[in-house]
């Protein structure tokens, strides 16, 4: 027999579950078309009536027990407490989405926090309510997972519990969860093995995993799993020829220089050789989360941050915070004056910004997270986005969730930020945008500049290297066009700027530069 690994748990039901392992994902829907602010609360109410529906479907011939439970989630739903808290939310300006989510997050933020495990255990009921509305109103319900498999989660929802076939077998283990959970009791009754608390581990979709609900135990075969708190991603095959120096490179003088990409989604990195790269000095947001269901799913945002993180393999990742607004629209936000934009749009719509700090701040335990501001323009948005994440830490610290609270830096890409960077005391580090930057200085469209970049690069590199100077000792890097330009990187090494991160296609052609460049930009002798 092949070797197993042995993880402990808390038993929950009895009986032994052998089957493939299913990851669970939260919910992540497009926000459907139409569905604005504006009719908000109408929207909402067809939603909930919807789940309540959707539930009542699922009580036709339940057990007593079942249908305890699917009645107690159908009275939340008709609490008019709630009703009236997402409603009001959404007359002060709210989506829709977020009015919901802030309003159920609230209560669910209660129940994680009380002294006794029977309350604590129906925050999941109540996270229940949440994603089953959430799913009405982005029109995609969470689908069922494959009959026979062991469910694998940090909880499970009842009414994902009793929508699934049990009688091909299968069995549940969370990594929290509760044994005193309504999903207990359902596995209890209708005897599917589970147990909880089984920590936080990793194992690949699909593989073997058996389950002993009795003796509290989960054995998984080591060949395909990674029992870690951090895993690692697997081993990668590189072509001989590919680098291996880890965007560690050294002027023709011996000055360290430092080489990233810029990512615009997760899935590039498959792309990517992490031992040929320092790290990722920007990662947009705005591209994987591209909707206003998005940006209010938390746990999308941690699982796609968590693989960006593991895959960097301990280097650093600089992600960016959602640059929408203005002629950079978020799919169903669109009651937003036009002139917001970054950072203006995230303050100004602080349920936005709470959800990802929160997703950023849970994410940082799996890597070397750094956070960026986009659009800066004043030190006191620094501040307020400081103070946000400060407070979403001290709430996810109340429910005992991990996080780590990451250095928070900010984009220099409007002039006004980069004539006056000395005064942004508390941002912790620097990164140029050259192409917003280039935009603003020319007061011109962002087509128009990239069209005729010789006319605008003199007053772009001036202004770089007066920033650089300001900038002092704090740590600073470049991530726009210019970075991975040829023709600028001279200019930019005599500016003292020394990492540069770039699209991966460029990353051969400033390797090739650095090679016949001193520090200060000069060419080296015997060039």
Known sequence: MAERF??????????????????????????AAGQQATSGHEVLAGAVQTAIGELQRLAEGADPESHDIIDFQIEVLRDPTIAATTTARVKAGENVVF?????????????????????????????????????????????????????????MEPSRFLAHDWSAGGGIVLHKGSAVGHVALLARSRSVPMVVGAGDFTVAEGAPITVEGDAGMVFLPTGNTVMRMV??????????????????????????VLLSVNLNDPSEVDAVSIRAIAGVGLMRTEF??????????????????????????????????????????????????????GIRLLLERPEI?????????????????????????????????????????????????????PPIGMMVEVPA????????????????????LAQYLAAS???????????????????????????????????GDMAGDPQYLSALLAAGIRHFSMAPARLPAIRSALIGLNADGTTAAGE
């Open 6 to 31: 042995r993880q402990r748990a808390i038993s929950a039901s009895p009986g032994i579950a052998v089957g493939p392992a299913y990851l669970a994902a939260q919910p992540t829907a497009e926000f």
């Open 99 to 155: 009015a919901w989510v802030g309003t159920l997050d609230g209560y669910i933020t209660e129940l994680e926090g009380a002294d006794e495990e029977q309350m604590r255990a129906r925050a999941v009921d109540i996270q229940d309510i949440k994603n089953r509305v959430l799913g009405a109103l982005t029109g995609k319900p969470i689908k069922d997972f494959p009959a026979g498999s062991v469910f694998v989660g940090s909880d």
């Open 231 to 256: 895993p690692r991603p697997a081993a990668r095959r590189h072509d001989h020829t590919e680098p291996s120096d880890n965007g560690m490179l050294n002027t023709a003088d011996g000055k360290p």
């Open 288 to 341: 994987a989360i591209s909707s206003i269901a998005d940006a209010a799913n938390e746990e999308k945002q941690l699982s796609i941050y968590r693989r960006v993180l593991e895959w960097a393999d301990g280097k650093s990742v600089a992600i960016r915070m959602l640059d929408v607004g203005g002629d950079k629209p978020l799919s169903g936000l669109e009651d937003v004056h036009a002139e917001l934009r």
């Open 353 to 405: 910004a709470r959800v990802q700090a929160r997703a950023l701040l849970r994410a940082a335990v799996f890597g070397k997270l750094a956070v960026l501001l986009p659009m800066v323009t004043f030190p006191g948005e620094v501040e307020a986005m400081r103070r946000i994440f400060q407070e979403e830490a001290a709430q996810l610290d109340r429910r005992g969730l991990p996080y780590c609270m």
């Open 417 to 436: 930020a980069a004539v006056m960077l000395d005064t942004f005391a508390t941002a912790d580090f620097f990164s140029f945008g050259t192409n917003d």
């Open 445 to 479: 469209t962002r087509r128009a500049v990239t069209a005729d970049s010789r006319k605008t690069s003199p007053a772009v590199l001036r202004i770089l290297a007066n920033a650089a100077r300001l900038a002092s000792t704090k740590p600073m890097s470049i991530c």
